[in-house]
């Protein structure tokens, strides 16, 4: 195990001055993500099952296949296209709009609950092909077995993190409020 540990500090000794930086964002990156994800799963959960209760949740979950796979076609399209930055920057902006739009009006639109339990699938998705894709273009297959394992494991804090937020506060700011304190995530 020291072996190991001593081992990954000498290949990321080597890595250079801009290396250590995109790992590090890398892993701020992952750490708010997932961080995001934790408010918003439990968030979008709550306000569907209230909406449309349990019964409608397998065919939430059989609407999300084709979906998905319609919004990662079109993602795969424009990327060569647009690039990854802004489709990265396309995909937090419709976050950032369908989470807001959710916090004010989710309860006077029929069909924005779903929307937004869906939307929270894809985004999550999007997201970690996005960093994935940045990873790979960016480092050595070598280096990115690392970056993984450190990332995920910051992700993984990120998620704990991201959890106080609905466990303490979904009574006192309601479900759909809390979908704004995902804003500054992003």
């Known amino acids: 195990m ?29 750490f708010l993500i997932t961080s995001e994800y934790a408010v918003t799963k439990p968030s979008t959960n709550s306000i569907f099952l209230s909406r449309y209760s349990v019964s409608l949740l397998p065919y939430a979950w059989l609407a999300t296949v084709p979906i998905n796979l ?13 690039g990854n930055f802004a489709m990265f920057f396309i995909t ?7 989470n807001t739009i959710s916090a004010f009006y989710i309860s006077s639109i029929y069909f924005l609950p779903f929307v ?33 394992g450190i990332m995920f494991g910051i992700g993984g804090v990120g998620s704990i993190l991201g959890t106080t937020f609905p466990s303490f506060f979904a009574v006192q700011l309601g479900s759909e409020s809390l979908l704004l304190t995902t804003i500054p995530l992003y």
Do not use: P
């Not at 540990?5 to 992952?30: G, P, V």
């Not at 937004?116 to 077995?145: E, G, P, R």
């Open 116 to 148: 937004t339990y869906v939307w929270k699938d894809i985004y999550i998705l999007l997201m970690f092909q996005q960093l994935w894709s940045l990873i790979h273009t960016n480092t050595q297959i070598s280096q990115a077995k690392y970056m993984y």
């Open 2 to 30: 020291l072996k190991k540990i001593a081992a990954i500090r000498s290949d990321y000794n080597k890595f250079a001055k801009s290396e250590k930086l995109f790992l590090l964002f890398a892993m701020i990156c992952t």
């Open 70 to 82: 319609l919004v990662v076609s079109l993602y795969n399209r424009f990327l060569s296209t647009l």
């Open 92 to 98: 937090i902006m419709i976050t950032i709009g369908i």
